[in-house]
Every structure is written in structure tokens, then in C-alpha cells.
């Protein structure tokens, strides 16, 4: 129980007793009515050492005069409630605090915030908005509040709400928020493609890239509803722009452009693309694709992926190769076909149980793409990890 109550009374007590300290002096002057005196204060502390927080916050409402120090300890009791998780309480507090008269604007301001905050942690997001929005009206913590409105619209999905807070953001902060904005009608054209809404979805992601050019999730997911539409040059046109602005992106990309630019005849862009991949990133998946292209052709690949074994090693380029030797002949001839299935299966195993995406940001690494991130809420710090970057050491 003390260990509980230890952080309850160590703060309020430190602000009662200065208060108090600071009231015995304009007591004698003024000698009002109706302010804690030390033995009040001393009431509350035993109602809160008492776990009687209701006795306590009775006892502070009841006083009818309040200096600087009153304040703050009504705004510090009742962000402990808060945190505590006793919303019902903080709101308390806070809701008679604000309905006080004579409070300057700067402190209606300060408890109106608190007030937000309160009915945010209690879930009430319409009435945590209105605050915020009569605090930009009143000119305070206006950055601050559009910033609340912006994530409680996010919270509840609501993304047109989310870009018009993003955008009034924008001009408060005078700072672009158009990578943000990118990503919210990316989300709008991912709702719209759940509810089979193909040309809204396609016209939506083309917002996206008119948003912020640079948004690898907008390219991405325009060149998947092209796709969907039967258009594969304009889709292998939008991963391909995907690639380049993010190479970390290659894994994803590479069955995609396979489809839409050997599928539409135009085999010389993927051979470039490839070509491409090779120099710009690291990864032994262009060895493995330009086997497939190999072996599409009816020409053993295995010389290929030896090669790819040799300058970029890898799970991936490893499993490949076995994949290809274990149905040669002089290997099944030798009794060695079975071996190298069972190595390869296990490989598999491996690639399948490791994360295949990870957060610039906080690290997090989750199996599947998320475009903000579950872990530090961050929009489009996950991209793929490619199997050549994590081989054991
Ligand atoms: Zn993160």
C-alpha cells in the first residue's frame, strides 16, 4: 500500500507545503474566507495517504479562492489521476477547475489542454477534439492541438479528417506534411480497393504520387491497381519508379515487374531492370531471377546460380542452387538428390521463420509490411530486409 501511494503523496506534498508556506503570509494580510489552510492541507494529504481520493478532490473544490499554487496542484492531482488510469477522477478535477471563474486565459488554456487529454485517455475522441479545436480558437497550444486532431483522426481512420489536420498543420508550423498527406490517401485508396471501388482506388493512388512524388508506397500501390486493371506497362512504369526511389524494395518488386514487363513482351526492360538491381544493391536476389529467366528459356541455370553462390552469397541463392542440383542426373545417380532436398527444405525454414521487414526507426521487424509502424507509429519507416543482409556471420 505505501509503495503504491509513495509517488501520490511525495509530488502533492511538495506543492501543498510550499503553498501553504506561501498562503501563512497572505493570510495574516488578508485573512479570507475560504482557502486551504495548512490543517486542510494536512486534511488532504491523510485522504490521499488514506486512498480516499474522492474525500481529496471534494476537499480542493470546495475552496473558493485560488492563487497560482492551487492551480497547480489541481492541474499535477489531477494528471495523476490521469496516469494512474482514473480518468473518471482527472476529468473531475479538471472540469471544475475549468468551469472556475475569473481564471485568466492562459490558465483556462492550460486546464482546457489537461481536459483534452483526459477525455483522449478515456476514449471520448469527439469531446477530446472539440477541445482542441476551442484551443486553437483561443490561440493556444495551437501546433500542439492540430497535432492531437490530426492522430485522433488517424486513430479512428478517419483520413480525409487526418489530411485537413495535416494540411491546417502545415500552415501553422509552415513545414511540408506532404509525405504524411501521401500516405493518408494511400490509405484511402486501400479502402477503396477493399470495397472494390477500382477506378476510385487507382484515382486515389494517383493522388498519393501527385502528393509527395517520393511517397515507394503510392508507386507501389498504383502499380498493383494498374496491374488489377489489365494495364501492365503503366504498371511495370510505377514499380519500376518504386525501385528507384527505394531499392530496399527489390524482394517486393521483383515478381511484380516479372509479371507485368515479360507478360506484356518487353523482356529487354526486365533484363535492364535486373542489370540495375545488381549495381545498385547488394542483394543475390537478381541472380535468382535471372536463373528463372534461364531456365524459362530451357537452359540449365545452375552455372548461373554457382556464380550468384559465389559473389553474393545467401540463403536465398543457396536454396536456389540446391533446388536446380538435386534434379540433375549424375546428382540423383549418386544418391545425392535427397540430401540436398532435405538441406534445402531446412534452408526454407530458416528464410520463412526470420522477419522480412524492419522499421529504420524503432527496429521493429514484423514478418508482413506495415505502413505505419505498429511499434513507433512512424508512416513508411518499415521496408524489406533483404535475406543477403542478415546472413549469420
Ligand atoms: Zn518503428
Not at 10 to 24: D, H, I, S, T, Y
Not at 166 to 184: D, H, N, P, V
Request: charged share 25%; with cysteine.
Amino acid at each position: 500500500m505505501l509503495d503504491s501511494l509513495f509517488p501520490w503523496l511525495l509530488v502533492p506534498l511538495g506543492l501543498a507545503l510550499g503553498w501553504a508556506l506561501g498562503r501563512r503570509q497572505s493570510l495574516a494580510a488578508t485573512a479570507p474566507a475560504a482557502v486551504l489552510n495548512p490543517e486542510q492541507i494536512g486534511g488532504l494529504l491523510r485522504q490521499l495517504a488514506s486512498d480516499d481520493p474522492d474525500q481529496a478532490i471534494a476537499a480542493l473544490t470546495q475552496v473558493t479562492q485560488l492563487d497560482e499554487s492551487a492551480i497547480e496542484l489541481h492541474l499535477q492531482l489531477g494528471n495523476l489521476f490521469r496516469k494512474r488510469g482514473e480518468v473518471d477522477r482527472a476529468l473531475r478535477v479538471h472540469e471544475t477547475l475549468l468551469a472556475r471563474p475569473n481564471l485568466s486565459p492562459a490558465v483556462q488554456g492550460q486546464v482546457r489542454r489537461e481536459l483534452a487529454y483526459d477525455y483522449m485517455r478515456a476514449g471520448i475522441m469527439d469531446h477530446a477534439e472539440q477541445q482542441f479545436e476551442r484551443l486553437i480558437s483561443d490561440g493556444h497550444y495551437v501546433a500542439e492541438s492540430l497535432d492531437q486532431i490530426r492522430q485522433i483522426a488517424e486513430q479512428i481512420h478517419d483520413w480525409r479528417a487526418a489530411i485537413a489536420a495535416a494540411r491546417r498543420l502545415e500552415a501553422a508550423q509552415g513545414e511540408s506534411k506532404r509525405a504524411l498527406i501521401a500516405q493518408y490517401w494511400c490509405e484511402l485508396a486501400e479502402e477503396a480497393r477493399r470495397a472494390k471501388k477500382a477506378e476510385e482506388a487507382l484515382q486515389l493512388a494517383q493522388r498519393g504520387t501527385e502528393e509527395d512524388a517520393d511517397c515507394v508506397r503510392a508507386h507501389l500501390l498504383l502499380g498493383g491497381l494498374q496491374e488489377a486493371a489489365g494495364d501492365k506497362p503503366a504498371a511495370a512504369k510505377s514499380y519500376l519508379r518504386a525501385f528507384a526511389l527505394d531499392a530496399r524494395y527489390l524482394p517486393d518488386l521483383l515478381e511484380p515487374l516479372y509479371r507485368c514487363l515479360l507478360g506484356s513482351g518487353d523482356s529487354e526492360t526486365y533484363l535492364q531492370f535486373l542489370k540495375d538491381a545488381k549495381e545498385i544493391s547488394a542483394s543475390s536476389l537478381p541472380f535468382i531471377a535471372e536463373a528463372r529467366l534461364l531456365a524459362d528459356e530451357g537452359i540449365d541455370p545452375l552455372d548461373h546460380l554457382a556464380q550468384g553462390l559465389e559473389v553474393r552469397p545467401s540463403r536465398a541463392v543457396l536454396a536456389q542452387f540446391l533446388e536446380v542440383l538435386e534434379k540433375q542426373p549424375n546428382v540423383i545417380a549418386a544418391g545425392l538428390d535427397k540430401p540436398a532436398a532435405s538441406l534445402r527444405l531446412a534452408l526454407r525454414r530458416l528464410m520463412e521463420s526470420a522477419p522480412r521487414y524492419q522499421c529504420s526507426h524503432c527496429g521493429f521487424s514484423p514478418r508482413q509490411q506495415f505502413w505505419q509502424c505498429p511499434s513507433c507509429k512512424r508512416w513508411g519507416s518499415i521496408a524489406p530486409i533483404d535475406e543477403a543482409m542478415r546472413l549469420p556471420g
